[in-house]
């Protein structure tokens, strides 16, 4: 071929395929006088013209072309061929696009039988353009290109690829159906077999899906959904370091990220099916706002869709949507079930409760505690106004106390209120102590008051008795301490009587007979029960001292002074028994208290402990002042005889002794509880026989 003839192709060439772009490039550079169209310069001029058009065009347009239908197409149709290009240049249609020809072959031929133009919108077709039989839409017009004689020679398309919106639509609606259908759903196994039911209508984004929980013990994950026809085991166990099964959950709890699941084909126990997707993913299922995760969703990935980010993007946003239904059902279930377990506990409560809802506060729980203090049957009171439930206290306050507390939001508490009450036709004091607090929603808004009381009419009548029978007591004290006072002074006379009458005899008899032996026994022994009934007389007048007046000298007493003045007491008997003395009082041992009654206290305790010391040891005698809140405390130790448990209440009882080898009227620890007691103190005793005491005395404060 000459050289000026190349050139002349070059230019026409150059000419025709005037364009921007990768397809004009590709055009120019076509070896044309190899196909069967020949050289650019001998195409019809439509079709030349056809061809810039298309070149310079930024919508995806083609022309097939002949009876052939040789193909030309722009760069803005490349993406539409996939894997086609750049071998579609001039190939034939009907081999070019051989998997749908079925579908659109027939179109294309009418057309260049003069049959009328054709528009589809959102046209399924399904294109092996990137290795595999991919499902895609394309809304597109087929029209007749005329060559220059104006005769129908090709087919003139215009057309965009629509998948993503188709897709994006149809998995929009999945989404919107489950978000539908999971408001009306009240349980977890019902939402996910709804679920899944909704999912099993779009089977070609979601050829299966298995929808798995996670027990509470977070030991199994247990399938309550399942669409498809997949095989899914009912229970997975997580325990395990290991996969159990197909599907990863151990990996996914691991790293709470998706796992796709290769080569679906080989893992299937009857091994592989046709049409059956070959691969699948595991997602995570998070409580919504949480990091914590409550199961899987499975999903078969359909073999004819690229697993892209929209694909993706879906499965998470069902996700999502799976796991904000299962939250809010959980939320309800749980909800439900506190409540239940709250009217229960109600139900159980030993004490009376009711709720009463807004103003006119209506009963909206009565337990069987209430109800029966109320005298009422619960379905006569439930959903009704305080006043309509009970008529009987309209004027008697109540419904006031409760207005207060609705209205102001502060709990009102009474210990002993008197109602009337209608009971066997007839209205009785019932007596309440009670508790209403007010009852708030979420926003802190008080909607209600709660109620919490107890019939306390046996405590009530059995107070009376006890006020009655203390009342009685008292006289019945009253009474032994005139006796007391009484005996205390009418017996001195009579005893100084026999004091005289026995000196008077005394002066009256011989010498001879004053000196007999048995004489002298007589005498001493009457002299002995004359002083042993002195000392009781005195001990008497003490206890009607101690009745009568409870500290009429009541000043600032430093215990240490009292201590030092009772030693003095017992100096005698403290070198001859060889006693020992520790003595340690706090710097503040100060007490407001009665001179007089102080003194008798610390002389008695100091006194028993010598009084009572073992014969097998030296006494020692510890002495110890501390201040505990209220009160200061006094304690006094020995190593004495001691006592056994059960004597300890004993010794604080009028006339009790333990040992009868001790001189003693037993009247002086009863002195010493009476006067603690009637300042507000009390006095305690700890002991073991053979060991010891320690009186503890409290003074208060």
Same mark, same amino acid.
């Given at each position: 071929?000459?050289?000026?003839?190349?050139?002349?192709? %070059?230019?026409?060439?150059?000419?025709?395929?005037?364009?921007?772009?990768?397809?004009?490039?590709?055009?120019?550079?076509?070896?044309?006088?190899?196909?069967?169209?020949?050289?650019?310069?001998?195409?019809?001029?439509? @079709?030349?013209?056809?061809?810039?058009?298309?070149?310079?065009?930024?919508?995806?347009?083609?022309?097939?072309?002949?009876?052939?239908?040789?193909?030309?197409?722009?760069? %803005?149709?490349?993406?539409?061929?996939?894997?086609?290009?750049?071998?579609?240049?001039?190939?034939?249609?009907?081999?070019?696009?051989?998997?749908?020809?079925?579908?659109?072959?027939?179109?294309?031929?009418?057309?260049?039988?003069?049959?009328?133009?054709?528009?589809?919108?959102?046209?399924?077709?399904?294109?092996?353009?990137? /290795?595999?039989?991919?499902?895609?839409?394309?809304?597109?017009?087929?029209?007749?290109?005329?060559?220059?004689?104006?005769?129908?020679?090709?087919?003139?398309?215009?057309?965009?690829?629509?998948?993503?919106?188709?897709?994006?639509?149809?998995?929009?609606?999945?989404?919107?159906?489950?978000?539908?259908?999971?408001?009306?759903?009240?349980?977890?196994?019902?939402?996910?077999?709804?679920?899944?039911?909704?999912?099993?209508?779009?089977?070609?984004? #979601?050829?299966?899906?298995?929808?798995? #929980?996670?027990?509470?013990?977070?030991?199994?994950?247990?399938?309550?959904?399942?669409?498809?026809?997949?095989?899914?085991?009912?229970?997975?166990?997580?325990?395990?370091?290991?996969?159990?099964?197909?599907?990863?959950?151990?990996?996914?709890?691991?790293?709470?990220?998706?796992?796709?699941?290769?080569?679906?084909?080989?893992?299937?126990?009857?091994?592989? $099916?046709?049409?059956?997707?070959?691969?699948?993913?595991?997602?995570?299922?998070?409580?919504?706002?949480?990091?914590?995760?409550?199961?899987?969703?499975?999903?078969?990935?359909?073999?004819?869709?690229?697993?892209?980010?929209?694909?993706?993007?879906?499965?998470?946003?069902?996700?999502?949507?799976?796991?904000?239904?299962?939250?809010?059902?959980? =939320?309800?279930?749980?909800?439900?079930?506190?409540?239940?377990?709250?009217?229960? @506990?109600?139900?159980?409560?030993?004490?009376?409760?009711?709720?009463?809802?807004?103003?006119? *506060?209506?009963?909206?729980?009565?337990?069987? /505690?209430?109800?029966?203090?109320?005298?009422?049957?619960?379905?006569?009171?439930?959903?009704?106004?305080?006043?309509?439930?009970?008529?009987?206290?309209?004027?008697?306050?109540?419904?006031?106390?409760?207005?207060?507390?609705?209205?102001?939001?502060?709990?009102? $508490?009474?210990?002993?209120? &008197?109602?009337?009450?209608?009971?066997?036709?007839?209205?009785?004091?019932?007596?309440?102590?009670?508790?209403?607090?007010?009852?708030?929603?979420?926003?802190?808004?008080?909607?209600?008051?709660?109620?919490?009381?107890?019939?306390?009419?046996? &405590?009530?009548?059995?107070? *009376?008795?006890?006020?009655?029978?203390? =009342?009685?007591?008292? =006289?019945?004290?009253?009474?032994?301490?005139?006796?007391?006072?009484?005996?205390?002074?009418?017996?001195?006379?009579?005893?100084?009587?026999?004091?005289?009458?026995?000196?008077?005899?005394?002066?009256?008899?011989?010498?001879?007979?004053?000196?007999?032996?048995?004489?002298?026994?007589?005498?001493?022994?009457?002299?002995?029960?004359?002083?042993?009934?002195?000392?009781?007389?005195?001990?008497?007048?003490? $206890?009607?001292?101690?009745?009568?007046?409870?500290?009429?000298?009541?000043?600032?007493?430093?215990?240490?002074?009292?201590?030092?003045?009772?030693?003095?007491?017992?100096?005698?008997?403290?070198?001859?028994?060889?006693?020992?003395?520790?003595?340690?009082?706090?710097?503040?041992?100060?007490?407001?208290?009665?001179?007089?009654?102080?003194?008798?206290?610390?002389?008695?305790?100091?006194?028993?402990?010598?009084?009572?010391?073992?014969?097998?040891?030296?006494?020692?005698?510890?002495?110890?002042?501390?201040?505990?809140?209220?009160?200061?405390?006094?304690?006094?130790?020995?190593?004495?005889?001691?006592?056994?448990?059960?004597?300890?209440?004993?010794?604080?009882?009028?006339?009790?002794?333990?040992?009868?080898?001790?001189?003693?009227?037993?009247?002086?620890?009863?002195?010493?509880?009476?006067?603690?007691?009637?300042?507000?103190?009390?006095?305690?005793?700890?002991?073991?026989?053979?060991?010891?005491?320690?009186?503890? $005395?409290?003074?208060?404060?």
């Amino acid at each position: 071929m000459p050289q000026n003839y190349r050139d002349e192709v %070059a230019a026409d060439a150059l000419r025709i395929f005037q364009g921007k772009g990768q397809m004009g490039a590709m055009m120019r550079a076509f070896n044309w006088e190899a196909h069967p169209l020949g050289p650019p310069t001998n195409w019809p001029q439509s @079709l030349q013209a056809n061809i810039r058009l298309l070149l310079n065009s930024n919508f995806p347009m083609f022309i097939w072309w002949s009876r052939e239908l040789y193909a030309f197409h722009n760069d %803005a149709y490349i993406p539409a061929l996939g894997d086609k290009h750049p071998a579609a240049l001039g190939a034939s249609a009907r081999k070019v696009w051989a998997e749908v020809w079925k579908d659109i072959g027939g179109i294309a031929e009418n057309i260049l039988n003069g049959g009328d133009s054709f528009y589809a919108e959102g046209l399924r077709l399904i294109l092996e353009r990137k /290795g595999f039989l991919e499902e895609t839409y394309w809304t597109f017009s087929y029209s007749p290109a005329f060559n220059d004689e104006g005769q129908v020679y090709g087919v003139f398309c215009a057309c965009t690829e629509v998948t993503s919106t188709v897709l994006g639509q149809r998995r929009l609606k999945t989404l919107k159906d489950i978000a539908d259908a999971m408001a009306q759903i009240q349980s977890l196994d019902q939402a996910c077999q709804e679920a899944s039911q909704i999912l099993a209508q779009n089977p070609l984004d #979601l050829p299966f899906s298995q929808i798995y #929980l996670i027990n509470r013990q977070e030991t199994e994950a247990r399938l309550l959904g399942a669409s498809g026809q997949e095989k899914a085991p009912e229970r997975v166990p997580l325990s395990t370091p290991e996969t159990v099964g197909k599907w990863p959950f151990t990996e996914v709890q691991r790293t709470h990220a998706l796992y796709l699941v290769e080569d679906l084909h080989s893992l299937r126990e009857d091994g592989q $099916v046709v049409q059956m997707p070959q691969r699948a993913v595991v997602l995570p299922i998070f409580q919504p706002g949480q990091n914590r995760l409550i199961g899987f969703f499975v999903s078969g990935i359909s073999h004819e869709l690229e697993y892209d980010q929209d694909y993706q993007n879906f499965h998470e946003l069902l996700v999502g949507q799976v796991a904000t239904s299962i939250a809010s059902i959980q =939320a309800r279930e749980e909800a439900a079930r506190q409540q239940a377990e709250l009217i229960a @506990l109600f139900e159980q409560a030993p004490v009376a409760i009711c709720i009463l809802r807004g103003p006119e *506060h209506v009963v909206e729980l009565a337990n069987p /505690g209430i109800c029966e203090l109320w005298g009422k049957q619960y379905e006569d009171v439930i959903k009704k106004p305080i006043l309509e439930a009970l008529p009987e206290v309209k004027d008697q306050g109540i419904k006031e106390l409760l207005d207060g507390v609705y209205t102001s939001g502060v709990p009102y $508490v009474n210990n002993e209120l &008197q109602v009337m009450l209608e009971r066997n036709g007839q209205l009785e004091p019932v007596y309440f102590s009670f508790v209403y607090h007010p009852m708030r929603n979420a926003k802190r808004e008080i909607i209600g008051v709660i109620a919490v009381a107890i019939g306390i009419n046996e &405590q009530v009548e059995a107070r *009376h008795e006890i006020e009655a029978m203390n =009342a009685e007591l008292r =006289a019945i004290n009253a009474d032994l301490d005139n006796f007391v006072y009484s005996a205390s002074h009418d017996l001195k006379a009579p005893i100084s009587n026999i004091e005289g009458l026995m000196d008077t005899l005394l002066d009256y008899l011989p010498e001879d007979i004053k000196q007999q032996d048995v004489v002298q026994r007589v005498l001493s022994l009457m002299h002995a029960s004359v002083n042993r009934f002195k000392r009781a007389v005195a001990d008497l007048t003490e $206890v009607a001292k101690v009745q009568r007046v409870a500290g009429d000298d009541v000043t600032s007493i430093d215990l240490r002074d009292v201590l030092a003045d009772v030693q003095l007491d017992f100096e005698n008997t403290i070198n001859s028994t060889g006693a020992v003395i520790n003595a340690r009082l706090s710097p503040d041992s100060t007490v407001k208290f009665s001179a007089k009654n102080v003194r008798s206290i610390v002389y008695n305790l100091f006194s028993n402990a010598l009084k009572y010391r073992s014969p097998e040891r030296a006494p020692e005698i510890r002495i110890r002042t501390e201040h505990v809140p209220g009160f200061l405390v006094l304690s006094v130790t020995d190593n004495g005889l001691g006592m056994k448990p059960e004597d300890r209440a004993k010794i604080f009882t009028m006339f009790k002794r333990l040992h009868d080898h001790v001189e003693g009227t037993g009247i002086g620890l009863y002195i010493v509880k009476r006067i603690v007691e009637n300042a507000g103190g009390r006095i305690e005793v700890e002991s073991e026989k053979g060991k010891g005491s320690t009186f503890t $005395v409290y003074f208060k404060r």
